[in-house]
């Protein structure tokens, strides 16, 4: 399809979203939730609201996400070697380019969620007009700016008011428009004639780190969408956040919610136990299948030993609460300030007998025995999402 702007510019334009299985700064970032919905899902919700559009495109190694982006979306594949951290973006846009044909690109990015479908369409306008050959996402700062100690943008001898100031133009990773030759043949991602798009404070959130995706769920209600019938249990914990007293000790039931049956930890679980603890929040075990098992297990998760609990399969669940609450008590946290975290609906028990806070693992259920819950009962999808919600208690 070809689309002609007010020029009479005759362009394809594709859209692409690189996006990586993991990342080495917030473990699995891309799919973590943002307002019911996995964070890369709000970008290709944007993208696809652009008629002028040909094609929007997933760029990754894997597609096993695809089920959790919007339909629509195409999956291109890439080699794994473009995942290595040590790969630049223009070497990523450039296997793009030359695996799929279009005279203009837009590279978008999962990590900036609150970028608008106008936003990008006035981008898109820009070009097909043909008054630019490119467009880039920025914001405007009038502020005094200084730069390898001197000023940018004012003249110390003669200060003027910040509303009269020159603004700081300061590009916001949100989006980047382009022409083919010039990945291609120049190694730009933008043209000799740019168009800047400014965006606001919120719009402009790219999100590399905890510290900024914490700041961004403060904004998920402008996302709009709200949770809807086919939202998960999961999706269904962001109702009961606000629910939620400050957390300062989880205790994990082994089995299920960090180590398999065979005493395999599961994928992301040592990452965010760690960051968990690096955040402040003293993190426990209990296990129902064996002092060695769980040893093993607590070894390749570096939990203290003193941290494992192997009562028996048999033990009621009042001794088992017992034991739970007393990890509180020796943790100096109050039972309910902790939080209990298992596969097991009925483990919410267990919890409610030792006065702690209990969550549904609902990332260590298998697929086809994953239990019917109460509408009380938060449940989260991965620890990833877990550990968001205890950190965000304490704030």
């Not at 291109?76 to 290595?84: G, H, V, Y």
Request: charged residues 25%.
């Amino acid at each position: 399809t070809c689309y002609s702007g007010k020029g009479g510019l005759n362009v394809q334009i594709t859209a692409l979203v690189p996006l990586k299985r993991d990342s080495r700064r917030l473990p699995n970032k891309n799919f973590l939730k943002m307002a019911g919905k996995p964070l890369a899902y709000h970008i290709f919700n944007s993208l696809l609201k652009l008629e002028s559009v040909d094609r929007v495109c997933a760029f990754s190694s894997s597609d096993e996400f695809m089920d959790k982006i919007p339909p629509g979306v195409e999956y291109i594949k890439r080699d794994p070697k473009l995942d290595l951290d040590s790969v630049r973006g223009l070497e990523l846009l450039k296997a793009f380019v030359e695996t799929v044909p279009s005279d203009f690109y837009i590279l978008a990015h999962a990590t900036s969620p609150f970028t608008t479908a106008a936003s990008l369409q006035m981008g898109v306008d820009g070009i097909l007009s043909g008054e630019y050959d490119s467009a880039l996402s920025v914001s405007e700062i009038k502020k005094y700016f200084w730069y390898d100690s001197k000023p940018v943008n004012y003249d110390i001898n003669d200060i003027v008011q910040t509303q009269y100031i020159q603004p700081a133009v300061i590009e916001t990773s949100g989006f980047y428009m382009f022409a083919k030759d010039d990945i291609l043949k120049r190694s730009r991602r933008i043209g000799d004639h740019p168009l800047f798009v400014p965006t606001g404070i919120i719009e402009g959130i790219d999100i590399d780190d905890l510290d900024e995706f914490l700041f961004a769920r403060r904004f998920q209600d402008l996302l709009g969408g709200g949770q809807d019938e086919a939202e998960t249990s999961n999706q269904r914990s962001n109702n009961n956040a606000g629910k939620t007293s400050d957390i300062r000790f989880i205790l994990f039931e082994l089995e299920g919610a960090l180590a398999g049956p065979e005493g395999k930890v599961l994928e992301y679980v040592g990452q965010w136990l760690n960051i968990l603890a690096n955040e402040g929040k003293t993190i426990g075990a209990m296990s129902r299948m064996g002092e060695a098992w769980a040893a093993d297990a607590l070894r390749e998760l570096n939990i203290s030993g003193d941290s494992a609990l192997s009562p028996g399969k048999e033990m009621a669940d009042a001794a088992v609460a017992g034991c739970a609450r007393q990890y509180c008590l020796d943790a100096g946290v109050s039972p309910h300030q902790s939080a209990y975290v298992s596969t097991s609906p009925q483990s919410s028990r267990v919890a409610e007998l030792a006065g702690m806070q209990f969550f549904h693992a609902g990332w260590g259920c298998h697929p086809n025995n994953c239990p019917n819950l109460n509408e009380d009962v938060v449940s989260f999808e991965s620890i990833g999402d877990a550990a968001i919600h205890f950190l965000e208690s304490g704030r």
